[in-house]
């Protein structure tokens, strides 16, 4: 059985994060894409506008001297634009390290990703983690 077209969206991008691919990023999000970060971390908001979602994407980087990593372990979809993703995070920052469960949430808009809310394991470990601004 073929992979659902949405299911291969949400594939390629997590490929192209893991990567560090962001041509190929921007590609598959939409203009005004939404990420929505929980928390109260200084990542922690709404990145509005492809641009805005991949600089998030390069601070996930910068942070952690680029040791953020995640490991895609499922997607499933619901056939009418929306799919969810589980995955596994780590990284490390200074002299602490996380490693965690977490969910992004898809809508796809004709081919392309334009909302994802992102939900983690514990938010409190994470904002920790991210810490505040400097």
Do not use: N
Not at 15 to 44: I, K, N, W, Y
């Amino acid at each position: 059985m073929a992979e659902h077209p949405d299911a291969a969206l949400v594939r390629r991008g997590y490929e192209a994060f893991v990567q560090g691919d962001m041509d190929t990023m921007r590609s598959l999000l939409t203009s005004d894409c939404t990420h929505h970060v929980p928390g109260t971390s200084r990542l922690s908001g709404h990145h509005k506008g492809v641009d805005e979602v991949l600089a998030y994407y390069g601070q996930l980087g910068e942070l952690t001297q680029g040791t953020f990593r995640v490991e895609l372990q499922s997607v499933s979809v619901d056939g009418r634009g929306h799919a969810i993703a589980a995955h596994k995070a780590h990284g490390d920052r200074g002299d602490r390290g996380i490693e965690m469960h977490g969910g992004l949430f898809f809508t796809i808009v004709g081919g392309k990703i334009s909302d994802i809310d992102e939900c983690v394991e514990d938010i409190d470990e994470s904002d920790a983690f991210w810490g505040q601004d400097v």
